[in-house]
């Protein structure tokens, strides 16, 4: 919409340029009323294309941050690992170590599956009595003139970028924590 606008803005001030060149020309007895007409189109072009510009400069401020729940795993069992990981050619070898936490978690009465989370976006929270599970938040930012037009044009939404997050919550006295100082 607003490169609509600026695309509109310019091309009028392109095409009222062209007429005062054209009324030079050509027409010397309207030209004052020819000049005046041209200068007023002109002005309301650029008005137009400044309020486009404008627009893309508040766009930015158009933006929020959308945080929802995406889904809810029971959990089984929970472990802390590295993961490692690595590339190379004849020249180079490049290895990767990524701390994961590795999990099973129920699919109904009788069935498992595994999975793994990144730590480094993950939280663990300690509860009294709770149920073990695994939570995933995923985070959109959103644009509100897009959340406007999905009512009027019935458009679906678009997000900028989105990130993943994770909430793991295990009952108090899960956790071990020991402390090991070793200064060799």
């Known amino acids: 919409m607003l490169w609509f606008l600026i695309v509109v803005g310019f091309g009028g001030v392109i095409g009222t340029l ?51 729940q995406t889904d809810n795993l029971e959990l089984v069992s929970l472990a802390d690992n590295s993961q490692i990981s690595g590339k190379g050619s004849l020249f180079y070898i490049s290895i990767d170590t990524n701390e994961v936490y590795s999990f099973y978690y129920k699919v109904d009465d009788t069935s498992f599956k595994s999975g793994k989370v990144k730590s480094d976006i993950t939280t663990i929270y300690e509860m009294d009595d709770c149920i073990p599970h695994i939570e995933e938040y995923t985070t959109y930012l959103r644009n509100k003139l897009d959340d406007k037009m999905m009512l009027f044009l019935l458009i679906s939404r678009s997000s900028i970028y989105q990130e993943t997050s994770y909430k793991i919550y295990v009952p108090k006295g899960t956790i071990l924590r020991t402390f090991n100082l070793d200064s060799q």
Do not use: D
């Not at 007895?29 to 020819?34: F, K, L, S, V, Y």
């Open 18 to 68: 062209s007429i005062i060149c054209h009324n030079f020309k050509y027409e010397q007895e309207n030209h004052m009323r020819n000049t005046l007409i041209s200068l007023i189109f002109c002005v309301i072009f650029l008005i137009i294309a400044i309020i486009a510009i404008l627009g893309i400069v508040s766009i930015n401020s158009m933006t929020y941050e959308e945080v929802l």
